[in-house]
């Protein structure tokens, strides 16, 4: 199983990122996937998850960022998205994308993280 | 939905034990057995080395075990090796489809 992400980068406050997490060596419609971020120097935090189509294909996003962050899939191609709009400072950190072995948050495979800061 | 509490850290001379605690709530450890254990070294990814509360994946040696008591989840690493130096995460589902990660406990191996 290989997840990689691509798309991080520095922005300025108020701008928009778009992550992906390219998948591979799994079966990615029925998976249910995940992002999850770290700041600097600090811990874990999970920003949200997208479940597979054919469970409903729905998001839940932490409260930091409902509203602001969107989640998709492309299932013809594997991928994973994160979308960030209106960024905030607090938003800078490395992004992992994870996939849920379950349906309750365990997270047997990562990708190595790509990094995103917001200054200005 | 607040970050589960561990001890910032936790030392052990190799061969010894250490056990690392998580506290959290009725609305996520104590409510579900699905608290998760990773571990973190300088600049990698998390590895998961415990789910379901004591299951340890394919590949993590059995020197790493997992309880669960309450409100309370433990890791316990035995037989410490200067590999296990890492930072250790547990997790917890929450409900609604949320799940909580701790603060994160940062194990020195002396």
Same mark, same amino acid.
């Given at each position: 199983?290989?997840?990689?992400?691509?798309?991080?980068?520095?922005? +300025?406050?108020?701008? !928009?990122?778009?992550? !992906?997490?390219?998948?591979?060596?799994?079966?990615?419609?029925?998976?249910?996937?995940?992002?999850?971020?770290?700041?600097?120097?600090?811990?874990?935090?999970?920003?949200? #998850?997208?479940?597979? +189509?054919?469970?409903?294909?729905?998001?839940?996003?932490?409260?930091?960022? +409902?509203?602001?962050?969107?989640?998709?899939?492309?299932?013809?191609?594997?991928? #994973?998205? #994160?979308?960030?709009? !209106?960024?905030?400072?607090?938003?800078?950190?490395?992004?992992?994308?994870?996939?849920?072995?379950?349906?309750?948050?365990?997270?047997?495979?990562?990708?190595?993280?790509?990094?995103?800061?917001?200054? !200005? | 939905?607040?970050?589960?509490?561990?001890?910032?850290?936790?030392?052990?001379? &190799?061969?010894?034990?250490?056990?690392?605690?998580?506290?959290?709530?009725?609305?996520?450890?104590?409510? $579900?057995? $699905?608290?998760?254990? $990773?571990?973190?070294?300088? /600049? =990698?990814? &998390? =590895? @998961?080395?415990?789910?379901?509360?004591?299951?340890? &994946?394919?590949?993590?040696?059995?020197? %790493?075990?997992?309880?669960?008591? /309450?409100?309370?989840?433990? @890791?316990?690493?035995?037989?410490?090796?200067?590999?296990?130096?890492?930072?250790? $995460?547990?997790?917890?589902?929450?409900?609604?489809?949320? @799940?909580? %990660?701790?603060?994160?406990?940062?194990?020195?191996?002396?």
């Amino acid at each position: 199983v290989q997840l990689v992400e691509s798309g991080g980068g520095l922005v +300025k406050p108020g701008e !928009s990122l778009r992550l !992906s997490c390219a998948v591979s060596g799994l079966s990615f419609y029925p998976a249910w996937m995940s992002w999850v971020r770290q700041a600097p120097g600090r811990g874990l935090e999970w920003v949200g #998850l997208i479940k597979s +189509k054919g469970g409903g294909g729905t998001t839940d996003l932490a409260a930091p960022v +409902k509203g602001r962050f969107v989640i998709s899939r492309d299932d013809s191609k594997n991928t #994973l998205f #994160l979308q960030m709009n !209106s960024l905030k400072a607090e938003d800078t950190g490395v992004y992992y994308c994870a996939h849920y072995a379950d349906y309750y948050g365990t997270m047997h495979s990562w990708g190595q993280g790509t990094p995103v800061t917001v200054s !200005s | 939905q607040s970050a589960l509490t561990q001890p910032p850290s936790a030392s052990g001379s &190799p061969g010894q034990s250490v056990t690392i605690s998580c506290t959290g709530t009725n609305s996520d450890i104590g409510g $579900y057995n $699905y608290v998760s254990w $990773y571990q973190q070294h300088p /600049g =990698k990814a &998390p =590895k @998961l080395m415990i789910y379901e509360v004591s299951k340890r &994946p394919s590949g993590v040696p059995d020197r %790493f075990s997992g309880s669960k008591s /309450g409100n309370t989840a433990s @890791l316990t690493v035995s037989g410490l090796q200067a590999e296990d130096e890492a930072d250790y $995460y547990c997790s917890s589902y929450a409900g609604s489809n949320n @799940l909580v %990660f701790g603060t994160g406990t940062t194990v020195t191996v002396l």
